[in-house]
């Protein structure tokens, strides 16, 4: 399977991600700037942390200008897994491509730790190697990871299981439910606020972040054996 | 020429942590008139002369860019530039 790990000025997990990719996983990854206008190479879509664009107008606002955005929406479109993690889950809302946008952390901190996470629904393409209910231990970074929607569309993410994780023990950000992350309606598009890519090594603090990544092979090998 | 000034801030159903701490520090200091208190942005746009209306630019230019209509709300004002 190979991953493209996306990298706009000021991504700063994009290492992180391709590591886990790498030399965790043992698949193939590259990365892809910006401004490329061709994903079809790639199986695989993981838009990674940092602060692009600095940040300027919104978080993510910016990056969702990209050339490369347009063939996520396609990749996205023709079924192929997209993980947004952190930056890349607030550079997923503003395109549309997941539901809700992501406020001010509510004590306005940057939050920089690990957490407890749940796991909401593991029957998706990014948590079938996780039990249901599992608690995993992943590190959060982000100042702006308050997930917000209005009632009709957090109606439908939970009738849909789209809510796939939540702070499990306390809830650093605000967010709506405890949400730490979102799948789309479809089951193909990913974001969260913690960094699994961040949780792929025992050495530095715990790999619970790693099944995420054997989940997203695991189905992609299992459609295609089927197809 | 067209100068627009558009005000964007969060939407009244949104709690603003900033907007209710700097209110605090106001109270603290003595100005326990302020009820309230939200942040938002101010974004000034020169316009070159154009067939398009202007208001239809200034409106797609909101809901395409420059805010996030599930969270924020806007308004703006045109005004002839020099």
Not at chain 2, 32 to 46: C, H, N, P
Request: proline content about 3%; some cysteine.
């Amino acid at each position: 399977m190979k991953f493209a790990v996306l990298v706009f000025p000021g991504s700063n997990c994009d290492i992180d991600m391709y590591h886990a990719i790498k030399d965790e996983l043992g698949e193939e990854v590259e990365y892809v700037w910006h401004s490329e206008t061709d994903l079809s190479g790639f199986d695989g879509i993981l838009v990674p942390g940092g602060f692009s664009y600095g940040d300027y107008l919104r978080c993510g606002a910016m990056a969702n200008q990209s050339n490369i955005m347009a063939e996520v929406k396609k990749a996205a479109d023709a079924g192929k897994p997209v993980l947004g993690v952190c930056n890349g889950f607030q550079i997923l809302t503003e395109a549309g491509l997941l539901p809700g946008a992501l406020l001010r952390n509510k004590n306005l901190k940057f939050m920089c730790r690990p957490v407890q996470l749940k796991v909401e629904n593991n029957n998706t393409f990014f948590t079938n190697q996780y039990e249901q209910g599992q608690v995993i231990n992943v590190p959060i970074a982000h100042g702006e990871g308050n997930y917000y929607c209005d009632e009709e569309t957090l109606a439908t993410l939970k009738a849909n299981n789209q809510i796939v994780f939540t702070y499990s023990d306390d809830n650093p950000n605000g967010s709506i439910e405890d949400i730490a992350g979102i799948i789309n309606e479809r089951g193909n598009v990913l974001g969260m606020m913690p960094h699994p890519e961040r949780a792929v090594d025992a050495l530095v603090g715990g790999a619970d972040g790693l099944a995420l990544f054997k989940s997203i092979v695991k189905q992609w090998r299992e459609n295609h054996v089927n197809n | 020429m067209k100068k627009v000034k558009i005000f964007v801030t969060l939407r009244e159903s949104i709690l603003d942590p900033q907007g209710s701490a700097v209110k605090s520090s106001l109270t603290k200091i003595g100005y326990s008139e302020v009820k309230d208190l939200r942040i938002g942005k101010y974004l000034e746009l020169t316009i070159g002369d154009t067939d398009r209306d202007i208001d239809t630019l200034v409106k797609e230019m909101c809901e395409k860019v420059l805010t996030n209509v599930v969270i924020e709300d806007y308004r703006y004002e045109v005004e002839e530039a020099n």
